[in-house]
Nanobody, 117 residues
Framework: QVQLAESGGGLVQPGGSLRLSCAAS????????MGWYRQAPGKQRELVTI???????NYADSVKGRFTISRDNAKNTVYLQMNSLTPEDTAVYTC???????????WGQGTQVTVSS
């Protein structure tokens, strides 16, 4: 069992910044990849970024240069630093973790990010 607890969403003006957090608990030792997805109204869920246990990262083209994923192993937490936000970034952001041993995935509850003036 793995649980993912997300926080950090809210309302921000265009050009502003937010940092999302995803704290993992439970049987986390076989997790090898974590990432962030987002889903805007009327759109399909989109992969934003991932980070591996080795520290490798990948980003969607729409967020490259603006978003940064990072991890704190001591806290079992993954972060998403979002800078230069635009209204197009408005979405529910959800944390995801891949379990290599059981070949399954876990999802957080989602946190709302709204970018508006």
């Amino acid at each position: 069992q793995v649980q993912l607890a997300e926080s950090g969403g809210g309302l921000v003006q265009p050009g502003g910044s937010l940092r999302l957090s995803c704290a993992a608990s439970g049987s986390i030792f076989s997790i090898d990849v974590m990432g962030w997805y987002r889903q805007a109204p009327g759109k399909q869920r989109e992969l934003v970024t991932i980070i591996t246990n080795g520290g490798s990262t990948n980003y969607a083209d729409s967020v490259k240069g603006r978003f940064t994923i990072s991890r704190d192993n001591a806290k079992n937490t993954v972060y998403l630093q979002m800078n230069s936000l635009t209204p197009e970034d408005t979405a529910v952001y959800t944390c995801n973790a891949r379990d290599a041993r059981w070949k399954t995935a876990y999802w957080g509850q989602g946190t709302q990010v709204t970018v508006s003036s």
